[in-house]
């Protein structure tokens, strides 16, 4: 039994003699690279939340759609479960294997097929890592906007199967608003493509619909991505505060100010003191919170909102306020200078820090609450924001 599948509520998998499926695959695939040791099969037994684990019973590492296409007709037709991977960052159990299954890895598929400067659009291949695919646009002044904090690793397979966010999607929107296109295969092995190079297609959703199925609706073996123009200019302000009530507090009146940042990011003083321990960026360390605010766009709308943003933090109560002198780069735009938040390992617990799609004006409940509930036993496990990107506030 694992959390993906219990047997007593799923119902009971055929106990498939390993040999034999290894036999068939070897012979109908010859080609295509399966792991079956125990120690080879060992560094795929979790995810990210690594809490959970399960030894597979074979890995597959294909490179091709064909392969991928068999191994699946295999599978279903001896009624082996197959769960898919991609870089495995994911920290909900969704690439945790059965040990009555395969673990299908798309890592290798990892090629940015076409870049459209004119269309902004980008076809890339499932195991492509997030962050490449905006480093890859980059020439062309592009960037894909869906920026996990794990987006120097994860994949774009990944994000799809878990419709991924990150720090600029209030403004930009999660993955699922940021695809066109879709090519998939099902678990029969049956190819279908969803949604379109159009804005919009006919039928029912079901580009929508696959987004975030957490891979439970078939294999992403190709993924078209809009991408973005860059902002001609990013600021980002930092204001601190003495409670995080209040700051939370001024995250809902920024937003009730009509104002949508590119970037909202809080932290408690844990996480500031974790951060500029870590990377000396000149947060203040005895505030109880502060607040990362990066606006986007054009240099006089940029301006204005600097000046509508800083009123508005002031009246919420912001001891000081003061606008980074460095290019912005991690709460801020762009993917240049996003790490996993590596001070989380050294605290007992770091709160989440907000980037603001929840309801805005719950924030400061949400601090409350959430500042209250006993620490996580994993050392910190929420690591989704980050402290340790580095916006130099000096
Ligand atoms: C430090 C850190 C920071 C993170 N920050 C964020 C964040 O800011 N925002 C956020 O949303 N997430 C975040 N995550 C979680 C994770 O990175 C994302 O969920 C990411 O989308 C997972 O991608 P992956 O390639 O690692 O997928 P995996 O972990 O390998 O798999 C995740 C799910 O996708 C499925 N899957 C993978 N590839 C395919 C495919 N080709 N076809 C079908 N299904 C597939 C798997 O079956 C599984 O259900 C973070 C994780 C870490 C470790």
Redesign the pocket.
Known sequence: MNILYDERIDGVLPNVDKAALLNRLHQQVPDLDLLWREEELKPYEC??LSAYRTMPMLVALPRRLEQVQKLLEICHAEQVPV??????????G??LPLEKGVLLV?AR?NNILHIDPAARTARVQ??VR?LAISQAAAPFGLYYAP?????I???????????????HCLKYGL?VHNLLKLE?LTVEGERLTLGSEALDSPGFDLLALFTG????L????EVTVKLLPKAQVAKVLLASFDSVEKAGRAVAEIIAAGIIPAGLEMMDNLAIRAAEDFIHAGYPVDAEAILLCELDGVEADVHDDCRRVRDVMQQAGASEVRQARTKPNACASGPDAKM??RPSVACRRITTAW?APSPAANCPAYWKASRASPPNTACGSP????PATATCIR
Request: glycine share 22%.
């Open positions: 995810d990210g769960v898919a991977r991609g870089a495995g960052t994911g920290l909900s969704g690439a798309m598929f499932p195991g997030n920026d996990p904090s794990s987006q690793a994860c994949s774009i397979g990944g994000n799809v199967a878990e419709n991924a966010g990150g720090v993955t998939v199925s957490e891979g439970l078939g294999i992403v073996t996993p938040s980037t690591t989704y924001s980050t």
